[in-house]
Every structure is written in structure tokens, then in C-alpha cells.
């Protein structure tokens, strides 16, 4: 039977949640919020946070994710906890039966995403990766700007973002974020969204690493990962990825330059440089992604409408930030297949 027929008979959609943190608290936000969808159960890392979230959120706590993916009473399974769980998680609720949504990445090692990928496929399950740069406002005044600027020859794309003291949560801890651009592959997926596919990449990565005795559980102060990519149609990209203490200054700016014009969009602001004609651009909200993205996922489970990313799109990004992975340990440039 097909997995949309199927959910859309048994209405409310009843959706299990993993992770307790801000993406979690939106994801949870949006469900309440939407009558096809009920929250059935969520499962977290610290009990006491899981039964406040379960309150908070009027459902029910789970002792543990593996509990959660087993109950019969859930059809969808939510992934909003830290990168290095994704996969594990992911794997086991389709084994499960269930249909899956995780943010991004889908999983740290590439060849895990892709057995995963090739999973849902053989068992008939739904599976999403959230990608919600690509709803964003900024992301769609690219797009719909892209062609006044040219042929693009250079893109440089820049978030830099200073944090004193660096705080000690998962994110900066490099076995549960990931390599820097694999833990933030939205820097990788909004670029081959729009400008295809790569060539090579070159990387150099650099972690400031908390002292003792933080550094036992691997927190770093601060990290800066830079990468240029070759994409297949001779365009070069630049990407500056830092987080931490050693920076002073915030950066959120991209930069597209084409022959007949650039595109400019620093923080949510975007204008068209042409010489001294300079247009300014409406860039969206980024408010409201994660509900909008849980609606789009509804939609697609019960009227089969097409969803704004495959799979396998967000897998080919994994496998580019991968490279830069790849080079940043070896200094050399690593080519793409």
C-alpha cells in the first residue's frame, strides 16, 4: 500500500519526537499547531528535561529514542538531536517501519547516509532532511535573482559568528557536531542548490581547543574552516564557516559575482550592484521555517505534493562537505566523482 494512502486514512498523522532542544521546541510548536498531526511521545538525553519538554508539550516521555521508534502508536519519527545520533536513529526507525524526518546532516559518515537512503527506498519509507536555508528569504532572492547577475564566475559565502565565553554544548564538541561543514552542510547545500555540481575542494579546518578539564569531553573554544570549491561549470566558491572565542566581529554575508552583475545579500538584507546602480532586493523572513517545513511534510504524506528537497540532493552535499573533510585532514585538493 502506498505510505501516503496509508497515513492519510489514519488521520491524526501521530508522530514521535527525538531531541529536546530549540529545534525540537518548533518542531513540537508546529505539530501542536496543525489538526492532521499529533504528538505522541518524545524521547531526550536527560530525563528531567524530557519530562519537562513532555509537559510543556501535553505528551508523553519516552525512557529512551530505541523505546520510542518500537511503539506501534507512532507512524513518523522526528530527528531534531545532535549530528552524530542522526544516522543510528534514522537506520533504526526505518528498520522499524516507520517514516523519518532529520535535520540535517542525515548522517556524519557519508556511507551511512547512503545506506540509509537506499533503506527507505527498499522498504517504501518516507524520508526527509530538512534543509530550511533553501525556504528561507535569502535563499529565494538568490534564486530569483540569479539571473540578472550573468554568467557567475566567484561566490563567496561568509558566517562567521563570535561566542565569548564559547558555550559548552554539543555543538562544540567535535564528536557530536561533525566536521564544521558536514555539522553546518546548509553552507555546502545552498550552493549546490543552486550552481550544481563540483569538481574539487580544498579545505584547511582549525579548532581552539578548551583547556582541562573540558578538554577531557572534547569542547573546543573556537573553530574556522575555509574551503574553495570548483563547481563543474568553472565557477569558484569560497566558504568561511567560524564559530567561537577568537572571533570579534559577526558575519552572515554572500557574495555572487556574474559578468553583468552581483548579487549582495549581508544578514537579511540583499541588493543588485551594477557599476552605480544599485537595486535593492525583498528578502523574506527566516520566522516560521520549521513550521512551514512540517506543513510541507504533512502535505506531502497525506496529498503527495512534491517537497522542496530530495534525499539524495542532500546526500551529494554530505559527500562535497565530505571532501573538504578529506582535504583539510591531507592538505591536498580532493576531486569529486
Given at each position: 500500500?502506498?505510505?501516503?494512502?496509508?497515513?492519510?486514512?489514519?488521520?491524526?498523522?501521530?508522530?514521535?519526537?527525538?531531541?529536546?532542544?530549540?529545534?525540537?521546541?518548533?518542531?513540537?510548536?508546529?505539530?501542536?499547531?496543525?489538526?492532521?498531526?499529533?504528538?505522541?511521545?518524545?524521547?531526550?538525553?536527560?530525563?528531567?528535561?524530557?519530562?519537562?519538554?513532555?509537559?510543556?508539550?501535553?505528551?508523553?516521555?519516552?525512557?529512551?529514542?530505541?523505546?520510542?521508534?518500537?511503539?506501534?502508536?507512532?507512524d513518523l519519527v522526528i530527528i531534531s538531536t545532535v549530528s552524530r545520533d542522526h544516522g543510528a536513529i534514522a537506520l533504526?526507525?526505518?528498520?522499524?517501519?516507520?517514516d523519518v524526518v532529520v535535520e540535517y546532516p542525515l548522517a556524519l559518515d557519508v556511507a551511512e547516509a547512503t545506506e540509509?537512503?537506499?533503506?527507505?527506498?527498499?522498504?517504501?519509507?518516507?524520508?526527509?532532511?530538512?534543509?530550511?536555508?533553501?525556504?528561507?528569504?535569502?535563499?529565494?532572492?538568490?534564486?530569483?535573482?540569479?539571473?540578472?547577475?550573468?554568467?557567475?564566475?566567484?561566490?563567496?559565502?561568509?558566517?562567521?559568528?563570535?561566542?565569548?565565553?564559547?558555550?559548552?554544548?554539543?555543538?562544540?564538541?567535535?564528536?557530536?557536531?561533525?566536521?564544521?561543514?558536514?555539522?553546518?552542510?546548509?553552507?555546502?547545500?545552498?550552493?549546490?542548490?543552486?550552481?550544481?555540481?563540483?569538481?574539487?575542494?580544498?579545505?584547511?579546518?582549525?579548532?581552539?581547543?578548551?583547556?582541562?578539564?573540558?578538554?577531557?569531553?572534547?569542547?573546543?573554544?573556537?573553530?574556522?574552516?575555509?574551503?574553495?570549491?570548483?563547481?563543474?561549470?568553472?565557477m569558484i566558491a569560497e566558504v568561511v564557516y567560524g564559530k567561537g572565542e577568537v572571533f570579534w566581529q559577526s558575519e552572515?554575508?554572500?557574495?555572487?559575482?556574474?559578468?553583468?552583475?552581483?548579487?549582495?545579500?549581508?544578514?537579511?538584507?540583499?541588493?543588485?550592484?551594477?557599476?552605480?546602480?544599485?537595486?535593492?532586493?525583498?528578502?523574506?523572513?527566516?520566522?516560521?521555517?520549521?513550521?512551514?517545513?512540517?506543513?510541507?511534510?504533512?502535505?506531502?504524506?497525506?496529498?503527495?505534493?512534491?517537497?522542496?528537497?530530495?534525499?539524495?540532493?542532500?546526500?551529494?552535499?554530505?559527500?562535497?562537505?565530505?571532501?573538504?573533510?578529506?582535504?583539510?585532514?591531507?592538505?591536498?585538493?580532493?576531486?569529486?566523482?
Open positions: 500500500m502506498n505510505s501516503n494512502i496509508k497515513l492519510a486514512a489514519r488521520l491524526p498523522i501521530r508522530i514521535g519526537l527525538v531531541g529536546t532542544g530549540y529545534a525540537a521546541k518548533l518542531r513540537a510548536e508546529a505539530i501542536k499547531g496543525d489538526e492532521r498531526a499529533r504528538l505522541v511521545a518524545v524521547a531526550g538525553h536527560i530525563p528531567e528535561k524530557t519530562e519537562e519538554f513532555a509537559q510543556t508539550y501535553e505528551t508523553e516521555a519516552a525512557v529512551s529514542w530505541r523505546e520510542l521508534i518500537e511503539r506501534e502508536d507512532i533504526a526507525a526505518i528498520l522499524a517501519g516507520k540509509i537512503i537506499a533503506l527507505s527506498e527498499k522498504a517504501g519509507k518516507f524520508l526527509h532532511v530538512e534543509h530550511l536555508e533553501l525556504l528561507g528569504g535569502v535563499h529565494q532572492a538568490l534564486v530569483k535573482s540569479l539571473p540578472d547577475t550573468g554568467q557567475v564566475f566567484y561566490v563567496r559565502y561568509a558566517t562567521l559568528s563570535p561566542e565569548q565565553p564559547a558555550p559548552r554544548r554539543w555543538s562544540y564538541q567535535r564528536d557530536l557536531f561533525g566536521f564544521p561543514l558536514i555539522g553546518a552542510l546548509s553552507r555546502v547545500q545552498r550552493l549546490t542548490d543552486v550552481f550544481g555540481q563540483v569538481e574539487s575542494v580544498s579545505c584547511q579546518a582549525q579548532y581552539w581547543d578548551a583547556p582541562p578539564p573540558e578538554k577531557e569531553l572534547g569542547y573546543f573554544t573556537a573553530c574556522l574552516c575555509t574551503a574553495q570549491m570548483r563547481f563543474k561549470s568553472g552572515r554575508k554572500l557574495e555572487v559575482h556574474g559578468d553583468r552583475g552581483t548579487l549582495i545579500f549581508d544578514k537579511d538584507k540583499g541588493k543588485l550592484v551594477r557599476g552605480s546602480e544599485i537595486t535593492c532586493l525583498q528578502v523574506g523572513s527566516r520566522r516560521g521555517l520549521f513550521a512551514k517545513d512540517t506543513a510541507m511534510v504533512l502535505d506531502h504524506l497525506i496529498e503527495g505534493t512534491p517537497l522542496y528537497i530530495t534525499p539524495k540532493a542532500s546526500l551529494y552535499a554530505l559527500k562535497v562537505a565530505d571532501a573538504a573533510r578529506r582535504s583539510a585532514e591531507t592538505a591536498q585538493t580532493v576531486a569529486l566523482d
